[in-house]
């Protein structure tokens, strides 16, 4: 079992960087796919972005390709989410998951473990 907890959320002007982090306690975190989702007010949570177990590969949905970027760092069991040209889209809340295979990584429907979610609003 894994307990997920971000942080790093906060209210950014356009343009601006922010950067979540993602503290996991419990076993074997180095085992888990990671992945970053974001909801925004009225509408479905849709994959961010994954990561494998050995930190390598990530993916990226395409509105974030190029701005965002996913990393992990197995010895402090802590999985990152560097923002980088926030828009006003970006607007939502923001929740790191965990699953143990890496398949259909941008299906939420797959992660087994999911934090409380931290508020990321950027006004334009």
């Known amino acids: 079992q894994v307990q997920l907890v971000e942080s790093g959320g906060g209210l950014v002007q356009a343009g601006d960087s922010l950067s979540l982090s993602c503290a996991a306690s419990g076993r074997s975190f180095s085992t888990y796919v990671l992945g970053w989702f974001r909801q925004a007010p009225g509408t479905e949570r849709e994959f961010v972005a994954a990561?494998?177990?050995?930190?390598?590969?990530?993916l990226y949905a395409d509105s974030v390709k190029g701005r965002f970027t996913i990393s992990r760092d197995n010895a402090k069991n802590t999985v990152y989410l560097q923002m980088n040209s926030l828009k006003a889209e970006d607007t939502a809340v923001y929740y790191c998951?965990?699953?143990?295979?890496?398949?259909?990584?941008?299906?939420?429907?797959?992660?087994?473990?999911w934090g409380q979610g931290t508020q990321v609003t950027v006004s334009s």
């Open positions: 998951a965990a699953k143990s295979v890496y398949s259909s990584v941008v299906d939420r429907a797959g992660y087994n473990y």
């Open positions: 990561i494998r177990r050995s930190g390598g590969s990530p």
